[in-house]
């Protein structure tokens, strides 16, 4: 088994990694962040607190948990997270899925990355207070990532009053057009085997919220691109590079990153999984880059609500009409969540009313006769209450009258179709 810390594990570049990885043969994820809320205690079964990087016991306590739980391997999943390896990797004891620290070190700074590339690919230009001649400008921290700290500036008043040390932050020329981002896997014997460029249609938060495959013009100078970077850089492994349209319709290098991308799983979407490529490329195995799909394809994102609750039970008693079938079609949400409770060990009862002529019939042509461990077919003014009998149970019924009678009865605690999310756990 591959055992994988992923550090830290809620973040978006995190549950990506986590996504791509979850079902890979002979693989245990494990996650490990500060003691800050994040969404990582709501996916992975293995969760860990930890110091955060800028305390001294940061390193010690990692290694505390890579030992005891036998990780080989380190998943970054986070900027600053790989600026905190890359000075402690000698006294890591697991494997990084990371590139040479010089390289790292470079592209981790924009005004690095500028200055070594300006020749050959374009960049921004870097400006300095004294030099700005037209606004709008765009500053931004050198080596934080994402959207953090970055901000366009209309004035030379708007600039002045800013209470900054401009000193760490790079001003360049504002870049108005389209962005994209260009999923990348290299390695030094072989050079680039992968370049694929997306559109980052609606931006929030740093975070491409709207992805759509770019245009063949845009692939064919994105490869160019990437084989450019990799000429100077020589990077190992899977990484990322964005490029946006400047005022003259020139596509200008933003910046580079040694790392998982937030929505890399557009990539994975059209069948090229970088994370599962890289983890073969780091246990030594003989690579293959699978043909990207050729049919079109349009990632948004949403947010998705994840609970936890103390809520035990070994039963659970549901409806059929409106509940498990909805409109004449099988609840898809509903049956994964019994499929939980088969992993789980968890009893289900079919407690129906249903007026099929033949329930079993029309259990089988629906395919989900062999999932319950119980079915109880009730007449219409038969009361459900009277039929369960484990005070460890819970119900789960479309009917607000029906619930209502459990719930006053029993004390049990009921849910509606509507509640279902409160119930289903990310982790296998």
Not at 161 to 181: A, R, W
């Amino acid at each position: 088994m591959h055992n994988i810390l992923i550090f830290p594990g809620g973040t978006e570049n995190g549950l990506e990694i986590y996504r791509s990885l979850q079902y890979a043969k002979n693989v245990n994820l494990y996650s490990v962040s500060s003691d800050v809320p994040n969404h990582a205690k709501f996916v992975y079964q293995n969760h860990f607190i930890i110091p955060d990087i800028y305390n001294e016991d940061c390193l010690t306590r990692l290694n505390e948990i890579i030992d005891q739980n036998d990780i080989k391997l380190i998943f970054p999943a986070n900027s600053l997270v790989i600026d905190f390896l890359v000075e402690n990797r000698d006294n890591i004891n697991a494997k990084i899925f990371l590139t040479d620290n010089d390289i790292v070190r470079t592209v981790r700074s924009k005004k690095k990355t500028y200055l070594l590339f300006k020749e050959i690919i374009p960049t921004p230009k870097i400006l300095n207070v004294s030099s700005i001649d037209e606004y709008p400008v765009f500053i931004k921290p050198d080596k934080l990532y994402g959207s953090q700290g970055a901000r366009i500036i209309y004035s030379p008043n708007v600039l002045n009053s800013i209470e900054l040390d401009l000193s760490d932050y790079v001003i360049t020329e504002y870049l108005p057009g389209k962005e994209f981002t260009v999923d990348c896997f290299s390695t030094k014997k072989n050079g680039v085997l992968f370049a694929s460029a997306r559109e980052r249609v609606r931006i929030r938060m740093g975070t491409s919220m709207r992805s759509a495959r770019a245009d063949h013009h845009i692939q064919k100078y994105s490869r160019k691109i990437a084989e450019r970077i990799f000429s100077k850089l020589n990077i190992d492994g899977l990484w990322f590079f964005q490029l946006k349209y400047s005022k003259n319709n020139e596509l200008k290098l933003l910046e580079i990153e040694p790392r998982v991308a937030g929505t890399m799983g557009y990539s994975r979407a059209l069948g090229v999984n970088l994370p599962l490529i890289y983890l073969h490329y780091m246990k030594g195995k003989q690579i293959k880059i699978p043909k990207i799909a050729s049919h079109s394809i349009i990632l948004d994102r949403a947010l998705q609500n994840r609970y936890i609750t103390n809520l035990k039970y070994n039963t659970v008693y549901i409806d059929l009409d409106d509940t498990i079938i909805i409109k004449g079609k099988i609840n898809l949400e509903i049956i994964s969540y019994l499929y939980q409770c088969i992993n789980n060990n968890i009893k289900i009862v079919l407690i129906t009313k249903s007026l099929e002529n033949d329930l079993y019939s029309f259990l089988a042509k629906m395919r989900i006769k062999d999932i319950f461990n119980k079915i109880i077919c009730l007449n219409e003014d038969d009361s459900k209450s009277n039929y369960i009998k484990e005070a460890d149970a819970i119900f789960i019924d479309d009917s607000f009258s029906q619930r209502e009678e459990v719930n006053n009865k029993l004390g049990i605690a009921v849910f509606d179709p509507s509640m279902i999310d409160v119930l289903l756990k990310k982790c296998i």
